[in-house]
């Protein structure tokens, strides 16, 4: 079973930045489309950025030109790169797979906790 362990939360003032990874055990990797997901409290699941297994992104509107996805393939890593940050991007931070149905997604991680705050 894949298991997927995210990292790199904490708390940054507005306009600050974090590096989010998350590690996925298993050695087909290279061959899943990732994304990160986010979920504030009272709020449902979003899906925030996207890698296809060839590398091409994709981004929500309230994130794009601030986020940045990437990953290592060699290292079974997605990475999410967040600068100028803002208090409504607070959310714990998920990652699994993309543009399959929920039905195959991975077993959630236990996510990690993004707060912007002054």
């Known amino acids: 079973q894949v298991q997927l362990v995210e990292s790199g939360g904490g708390l940054v003032q507005p306009g600050g930045s974090l590096r989010l990874s998350c590690a996925v055990s298993?050695?087909?990797?290279?061959?899943?489309?990732m994304g990160w997901y986010r979920q504030a409290p009272g709020n449902q699941r979003e899906l925030v950025a996207t890698?296809?297994?060839?590398?091409?992104?994709n981004y929500v509107d309230s994130v794009k030109g601030r986020f940045t996805i990437s990953r290592d393939n060699a290292k079974n890593t997605v990475y999410l790169q967040m600068n100028s940050l803002k208090p409504e991007d607070t959310a714990v931070y998920y990652c699994?797979?993309?543009?399959?149905?929920?039905?195959?997604?991975?077993?959630w991680g236990q996510g990690t906790q993004v707060t912007v705050s002054s």
């Open positions: 298993g050695s087909s990797f290279k061959i899943y489309h």
């Open positions: 699994n797979r993309a543009y399959v149905s929920a039905t195959f997604y991975f077993n």
């Open positions: 890698i296809m297994n060839g590398g091409r992104t």
